[in-house]
């Protein structure tokens, strides 16, 4: 993750997103020590260091987590018994491949000894960096969905090849499907072991409530209205 450029589209979010100053603060607390563990995917951190550290109550603490949660900016898993919380910063910015690839092919050649390496030892350490890497995102971002869909059944039946399915859409707009999809079935009434298992909406129900597909019905089923999402827009 790139500090500066997270950093640098937050503030730009902001423009759209009104959040208080302790909810920023928050953000980037978790940063910095996100920051502090080599941006691993999960980390945690006791609800005694934040209040510390943020100079709020636990009471405050609890509902700008819970704001942060609901803009889509991080995933908060509450530990058991006296285990600290998880929480998982979902990216503004994508991972920047090529350049940790370069890194990385750089250090190689540094530590083997020698000015250059074969151009066919070049084109396999990149292929495999780019796919190891890749396979990683694709992967991270699958888990941030999966834990906001409320049926967790299924997930092994979500294979690799719909994964990366899933990652070309990305997190903001599958996030938009399933709220779409939970709303739906709120409305009418759907009791929750009613749903869509897991696997079955990340396998093909999204596909309904993405942008492009997406109308918002009344309990009648008439159309009320069409979201233009790109342009927020109604029309």
């Known amino acids: 993750m790139n500090y500066i ?13 009104s959040i208080s100053g302790n909810t920023q603060a928050l953000w980037h607390k978790l940063m910095s020590l996100n920051n502090r563990c080599g941006w691993i995917s999960s980390f945690s951190v006791a609800n005694t260091t934040l209040v510390s550290a943020l100079g709020i109550s636990r009471q405050e603490l609890d509902r700008v987590r819970n704001v942060l949660i609901q803009k889509g900016r991080i995933i908060y898993k509450k530990g058991t018994g006296s285990q600290c919380g998880f929480y998982t910063i979902i990216p503004f910015v994508s991972h920047n491949v090529t350049q940790d690839i370069t890194q990385d092919i750089t250090q190689d050649i540094t530590q083997s000894g020698h000015n250059c390496l074969p151009l066919n030892k070049l084109n396999e350490t990149k292929q495999n960096k780019t796919n190891n890497s890749c396979a990683k995102e694709v992967n991270t971002l699958f888990e ?15 294979k690799k090849t719909q994964r990366e399915k899933l990652f070309k859409i990305g997190y903001d707009e599958l996030k938009r499907a399933i709220d ?5 079935q709120q409305a009418n009434g ?16 999204y596909v309904d409530y993405l942008d492009s597909n997406y109308k918002e019905l009344l309990p009648q089923g008439k159309v009320s209205k069409q979201i233009d999402y790109e342009n927020q827009e109604l029309f």
Do not use: H, M
């Open 5 to 17: 450029a997270e950093i640098n589209a937050f503030y730009n979010w902001l423009d759209f997103n």
């Open 144 to 158: 941030c969905v999966w834990e906001l869909y409320p049926v967790k059944r299924g997930k092994n039946d979500v």
């Open 180 to 184: 779409r999809y939970v709303s739906e």
């Open 190 to 205: 759907t009791e929750l072991k009613y749903y869509k298992q897991g696997s079955t909406f990340f396998n093909s129900g």
